[in-house]
């Protein structure tokens, strides 16, 4: 086996361990993603994992027809990303945000009540 043989496996193995990491950590972004754009943003990413690792494999086997498998993934994969986009900006505001937005609204509300009171107080109890 040549210099640049071994150098070529021991590069192509690194690049399966470190995506095959990242895939991991995706896949785990989108189970726990809080909100459906976290979700969408990690299936984008997931596509981009699987590309590098269509094309890793192809480098390590030489067969050069995954090349133009991992081409075609990528277009699905931007049309898929598209068409998800389509769908949370035509479904308007998520529940998760609104239930944090609307949270948000209601701490101010109470701390909005709450110097109200506190000047009731002051006042002597007058409104």
Known sequence: ??????????????????LSAALLITVWRIIRGPTLPDRVLG???????AIGLIAVVAIRT?????????????LVGFLATVAFAR???????SPERAAVEGGAVQ???????RGK?????????RR
């Open 1 to 18: 086996m040549t210099l640049s043989a071994q150098i070529l496996a021991l590069a192509t193995g690194f690049a399966f361990v470190v």
């Open 107 to 113: 701490v101010k509300r109470a701390s909005a009540t």
């Open 62 to 74: 030489g067969f050069n027809l995954y090349i133009d498998i991992a081409i075609a993934l990528g």
């Open 43 to 49: 299936l984008d990413m997931l596509v981009a994992i």
């Open 117 to 125: 009171s506190t000047q009731r107080k002051r006042k002597g109890g």
């Open 87 to 93: 769908f949370v900006l035509a479904r308007g505001l």
